[in-house]
């Protein structure tokens, strides 16, 4: 196994720990790590600053800057800072980049018990039998696009990328027999060019194999090859935050949610009991693996807050019912 020396923080996780100046956040529950390299990662994922074709500047993935630190400074302060609910270790793509996350877990094991997640693309069986060993606890496989002719655009074949919708999809079936149901997860990217009816499908394609959806909401980057497009209309992702909490917590089943003739996602329920049932704002707040809330990982803190990583106020939850024009 490779011996890891360094490793990137997440600004807001280097915050907390204190090894970076600023404010910390009593609501930040995750600490982010990210593997470290020289370069960048041989995936070129058109989003992603952190794409071997990106002109971004290589701190960055979405819109967070990530320090380099050595690993045990980031070990020392994750052991001295309450308030982390889970770690996560955002993995980049290279050549054995799986030595490094397992020798990254071991060492993170050896100073936190909390629940630890790795962000990964596909890797084999054994890799990730390897990972669970090492303590990993939940693995993320992230799809990001609703659709294989949109996967293809922004992350594969069109991209002169390995990643192949077919394999990440069967990644994430052997992943749930290594990790345990509950325990894989993946991402969706709204706004990259998908319909709401595609992004519904792609929801109810993962409820049925039983992993996790976390969503985010695409964020141009400046030097990325998407760093033009918008980012999606708060209605369409409110209604899919709407969606995904109905369905994943088994308040709807997949046939009561439906797309309507103007090509929005509805729900075949009284409206009453939707209100009241959207009513605690847990729907727009962030999703992914439990205990984790990216703080402002794809809004400015000025919003409009697309994910919310704390509890909404009344008033927040009124606005958002509004922004999703669903009542
Ligand atoms: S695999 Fe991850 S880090 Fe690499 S380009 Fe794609 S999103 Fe970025």
Redesign the pocket.
Known sequence: MTEVEEVRLSLGTAIQMGLVDGRPDPAFSTAFFMTYRKG??????A??????G?KSHSDW?SRIAWPVFPLADALDGLSHTEGFNRVCI????YPHFVDDVEFMARRIRDVSSAPLSA?T?PVTIDEMVRLRDAGVDNIGI?M?ASTPALFSRI?GVERG?N?RWESHIASMKEALKVFGPGQVTTHLIVGLGETEAEALEFLKVMHDLGVGVGLFAFTPVRGTALENHPPPPLSVYRRVQAARYLLFNNLLPASKILIGSDGRIGFDVDSEWLRETLSAGTAFRTSGCVGCNRPYYNERPSGPLYNYHRPLTEEEVEQALAESELM
């Open positions: 960048r990662c041989i995936a070129n994922c989003f992603c600053p952190q794409a071997r990106s993935l955002q993995c980049l793509n962000a693309g992230a990001d992350k990328a990643f």
